[in-house]
């Protein structure tokens, strides 16, 4: 999934859930655990809506990586 492609929503709740902005995933001096797992919850809710941010909070580094450069979204 393109980060591109989240909605207005999707990325309120993403800083809303890790307490940062969007941008600070590009950026090599911020905390990126609670940012990655509020972009895995937010893109599986897409295709799961029971799907938690425990659940998100279990992705290694590889399965983040995966999911965020996948074309389709990713179940798990």
């Given at each position: 999934?393109d980060?591109?492609?989240?909605t207005l ?5 993403i800083e ?5 902005p969007?941008?600070a995933i ?12 509020a972009?895995g ?5 897409r ?15 590889t399965?983040?990586q995966?999911?965020?450069t996948?074309n ?5």
């Open positions: 999934m980060i591109k492609d989240l929503g999707e990325v309120a709740k809303e859930l890790s307490g940062l969007i941008a590009a950026e090599d001096d911020k905390p990126k655990g609670k940012l990655l797992a972009v919850f937010v893109i599986m809710r295709t799961d809506p029971k799907f938690t941010l425990e659940q998100a909070n279990k992705f290694t580094i399965e983040i995966e999911l965020m996948s389709e979204d990713v179940k798990k």
